[in-house]
Protein backbone atom coordinates (compact mmCIF):
# COMPACT_ATOMS: atom_id res chain seq x y z
CA UNK A 1 0.00 0.00 0.00
CA UNK A 2 1.01 3.24 -0.92
CA UNK A 3 0.39 6.25 1.77
CA UNK A 4 0.57 9.93 1.39
CA UNK A 5 1.14 11.64 4.81
CA UNK A 6 1.04 15.59 4.79
CA UNK A 7 -0.28 18.38 7.18
CA UNK A 8 -1.83 20.94 5.39
CA UNK A 9 -3.42 24.58 6.04
CA UNK A 10 -6.64 25.50 5.79
CA UNK A 11 -5.87 27.44 2.27
CA UNK A 12 -3.85 25.00 1.17
CA UNK A 13 -0.21 25.90 2.36
CA UNK A 14 2.08 23.42 3.25
CA UNK A 15 5.57 25.06 3.67
CA UNK A 16 7.29 28.20 3.27
CA UNK A 17 10.96 28.93 2.31
CA UNK A 18 11.76 25.14 2.55
CA UNK A 19 10.21 24.77 5.83
CA UNK A 20 7.42 24.15 7.68
CA UNK A 21 4.94 27.05 9.00
CA UNK A 22 3.65 25.60 12.56
CA UNK A 23 5.16 23.25 15.12
CA UNK A 24 2.57 20.97 16.69
CA UNK A 25 3.71 18.51 18.94
CA UNK A 26 1.11 15.71 18.21
CA UNK A 27 1.44 15.76 14.69
CA UNK A 28 4.91 15.35 14.90
CA UNK A 29 4.25 12.94 17.36
CA UNK A 30 1.63 11.06 14.99
CA UNK A 31 3.82 11.14 12.07
CA UNK A 32 7.35 9.75 13.52
CA UNK A 33 4.79 6.83 15.13
CA UNK A 34 3.05 6.37 12.09
CA UNK A 35 5.77 6.32 9.68
CA UNK A 36 8.51 4.47 12.15
CA UNK A 37 9.86 0.83 10.72
CA UNK A 38 8.64 2.03 6.98
CA UNK A 39 10.30 3.35 4.11
CA UNK A 40 9.78 7.27 3.59
CA UNK A 41 10.14 8.87 -0.15
CA UNK A 42 10.46 12.33 -0.21
CA UNK A 43 12.00 14.49 -2.47
CA UNK A 44 15.24 16.02 -2.25
CA UNK A 45 14.37 19.70 -1.59
CA UNK A 46 12.27 17.79 1.52
CA UNK A 47 15.42 15.99 2.64
CA UNK A 48 16.91 18.99 2.54
CA UNK A 49 14.46 20.74 4.86
CA UNK A 50 15.13 17.98 7.13
CA UNK A 51 18.52 19.21 7.81
CA UNK A 52 19.50 16.61 5.12
CA UNK A 53 19.76 13.96 7.56
CA UNK A 54 17.56 10.71 6.89
CA UNK A 55 14.53 10.30 9.77
CA UNK A 56 15.72 7.49 12.39
CA UNK A 57 14.03 3.96 12.05
CA UNK A 58 12.59 4.55 8.68
CA UNK A 59 14.13 3.58 5.25
CA UNK A 60 14.53 7.04 3.44
CA UNK A 61 14.75 7.46 -0.50
CA UNK A 62 15.29 10.75 -1.64
CA UNK A 63 13.65 11.44 -5.13
CA UNK A 64 16.38 13.72 -7.58
CA UNK A 65 17.07 14.29 -10.70
CA UNK A 66 20.71 14.82 -9.89
CA UNK A 67 23.52 12.14 -9.49
CA UNK A 68 23.90 13.13 -5.80
CA UNK A 69 24.29 10.91 -3.10
CA UNK A 70 22.50 10.83 0.69
CA UNK A 71 24.02 9.79 3.70
CA UNK A 72 22.19 7.64 4.83
CA UNK A 73 19.13 7.69 2.36
CA UNK A 74 19.36 5.84 -1.23
CA UNK A 75 18.68 7.83 -4.11
CA UNK A 76 16.13 7.49 -6.67
CA UNK A 77 15.71 8.95 -9.79
CA UNK A 78 11.75 9.14 -10.24
CA UNK A 79 9.12 8.07 -8.04
CA UNK A 80 8.44 4.79 -9.87
CA UNK A 81 12.05 3.70 -9.10
CA UNK A 82 11.26 4.66 -5.26
CA UNK A 83 8.61 2.65 -4.87
CA UNK A 84 10.36 0.11 -5.95
CA UNK A 85 13.24 0.13 -3.93
CA UNK A 86 10.44 0.41 -0.54
CA UNK A 87 9.00 -2.91 -2.21
CA UNK A 88 8.07 -5.31 0.69
CA UNK A 89 7.39 -2.76 2.80
CA UNK A 90 3.32 -3.58 3.41
CA UNK A 91 2.88 0.33 3.87
CA UNK A 92 4.97 2.96 1.87
CA UNK A 93 5.00 6.63 2.56
CA UNK A 94 5.21 9.54 0.99
CA UNK A 95 5.89 12.75 2.96
CA UNK A 96 6.67 15.36 -0.02
CA UNK A 97 6.99 17.93 -0.86
CA UNK A 98 4.63 19.59 -3.20
CA UNK A 99 6.33 18.21 -6.09
CA UNK A 100 6.11 14.76 -4.66
CA UNK A 101 2.82 14.70 -3.81
CA UNK A 102 1.56 15.47 -7.52
CA UNK A 103 2.83 12.61 -8.60
CA UNK A 104 1.94 10.33 -5.90
CA UNK A 105 -1.84 11.54 -5.89
CA UNK A 106 -2.41 9.72 -8.72
CA UNK A 107 -1.07 5.72 -7.40
CA UNK A 108 -2.06 6.39 -3.50
CA UNK A 109 -4.14 4.42 -1.92
CA UNK A 110 -4.44 6.02 1.16
CA UNK A 111 -3.54 9.95 2.65
CA UNK A 112 -3.50 10.86 6.28
CA UNK A 113 -3.85 14.68 6.54
CA UNK A 114 -3.56 16.90 9.37
CA UNK A 115 -5.77 19.71 8.60
CA UNK A 116 -4.28 22.57 10.16
CA UNK A 117 -7.89 25.06 10.47
CA UNK A 118 -5.58 27.91 10.04
CA UNK A 119 -4.67 30.24 6.98
CA UNK A 120 -0.57 29.96 6.31
CA UNK A 121 0.88 32.46 4.11
CA UNK A 122 3.92 30.03 2.48
CA UNK A 123 5.10 29.22 -0.99
CA UNK A 124 4.33 25.70 -1.40
CA UNK A 125 0.89 24.40 -1.52
CA UNK A 126 -0.64 21.28 -1.93
CA UNK A 127 -2.27 20.03 -5.38
CA UNK A 128 -5.79 19.66 -5.73
CA UNK A 129 -7.45 16.90 -4.47
CA UNK A 130 -10.05 15.22 -6.19
CA UNK A 131 -12.23 14.18 -3.60
CA UNK A 132 -14.61 12.19 -5.50
CA UNK A 133 -11.69 9.28 -5.52
CA UNK A 134 -11.43 9.95 -1.72
CA UNK A 135 -13.72 8.49 1.07
CA UNK A 136 -13.02 9.62 4.30
CA UNK A 137 -12.48 6.53 6.79
CA UNK A 138 -11.01 8.14 10.07
CA UNK A 139 -11.59 11.52 11.92
CA UNK A 140 -9.83 12.62 14.98
CA UNK A 141 -10.44 16.46 15.45
CA UNK A 142 -8.07 18.53 18.15
CA UNK A 143 -9.73 21.96 20.08
CA UNK A 144 -6.10 22.84 20.52
CA UNK A 145 -2.67 21.14 21.22
CA UNK A 146 -0.71 20.47 24.27
CA UNK A 147 1.15 23.80 22.96
CA UNK A 148 -0.45 24.76 19.45
CA UNK A 149 -3.10 26.51 20.61
CA UNK A 150 -5.20 26.37 17.23
CA UNK A 151 -7.39 23.30 16.04
CA UNK A 152 -6.29 20.55 13.98
CA UNK A 153 -7.38 17.62 12.38
CA UNK A 154 -6.20 14.04 12.04
CA UNK A 155 -7.66 13.21 9.15
CA UNK A 156 -7.39 9.60 7.12
CA UNK A 157 -9.00 9.54 3.49
CA UNK A 158 -9.33 5.95 1.19
CA UNK A 159 -9.10 5.24 -2.33
CA UNK A 160 -12.42 4.71 -3.64
CA UNK A 161 -12.13 1.77 -6.06
N1 LIG B 1 3.36 20.15 5.53
C1 LIG B 1 3.90 18.98 5.22
O1 LIG B 1 3.39 17.93 5.61
C2 LIG B 1 5.15 18.94 4.38
C3 LIG B 1 5.74 17.71 4.07
C4 LIG B 1 6.90 17.70 3.28
C5 LIG B 1 7.43 18.91 2.83
N2 LIG B 1 6.83 20.07 3.14
C6 LIG B 1 7.35 21.34 2.65
O2 LIG B 1 7.34 21.32 1.23
C7 LIG B 1 8.40 22.15 0.74
C8 LIG B 1 9.25 21.35 -0.24
O3 LIG B 1 8.44 20.92 -1.32
P1 LIG B 1 8.87 21.15 -2.84
O4 LIG B 1 7.70 20.81 -3.69
O5 LIG B 1 9.49 22.50 -2.97
O6 LIG B 1 10.07 20.10 -3.07
P2 LIG B 1 10.14 18.47 -2.95
O7 LIG B 1 8.96 17.85 -3.61
O8 LIG B 1 10.45 18.09 -1.55
O9 LIG B 1 11.48 18.21 -3.78
C9 LIG B 1 11.59 18.64 -5.11
C10 LIG B 1 12.81 17.99 -5.73
O10 LIG B 1 12.57 16.60 -5.93
C11 LIG B 1 13.19 16.17 -7.11
N3 LIG B 1 12.15 15.74 -8.06
C12 LIG B 1 10.87 16.19 -8.18
N4 LIG B 1 10.21 15.53 -9.14
C13 LIG B 1 11.10 14.63 -9.65
C14 LIG B 1 11.03 13.66 -10.68
N5 LIG B 1 9.89 13.46 -11.39
N6 LIG B 1 12.11 12.92 -10.96
C15 LIG B 1 13.26 13.08 -10.26
N7 LIG B 1 13.40 14.00 -9.27
C16 LIG B 1 12.33 14.76 -8.98
C17 LIG B 1 13.99 17.35 -7.63
O11 LIG B 1 15.26 17.25 -6.96
P3 LIG B 1 16.62 17.82 -7.60
O12 LIG B 1 16.45 19.32 -7.63
O13 LIG B 1 17.67 17.36 -6.64
O14 LIG B 1 16.76 17.21 -8.96
C18 LIG B 1 13.18 18.52 -7.09
O15 LIG B 1 13.93 19.72 -7.00
C19 LIG B 1 9.15 22.62 1.97
O16 LIG B 1 8.67 23.90 2.35
C20 LIG B 1 8.78 21.61 3.01
O17 LIG B 1 8.89 22.12 4.34
C21 LIG B 1 5.70 20.11 3.92
Redesign the pocket.
Known sequence: MISI????AQNGT???????LWHIKEDMRFFRTTTSGHAVV??????D?LGSKPLPKRKNIV????D?EFEGAFAA???EEAVRMAEGDEEIFI???????R?ALAIADRMYI?RVERDYE???VFPEIDYNHWKLTDEERHERGEEYEWPFAFLTYDRVR
Open positions: IVAIIGDKNALMGRKTFSITRSRHSLIGGAQIYETGDT
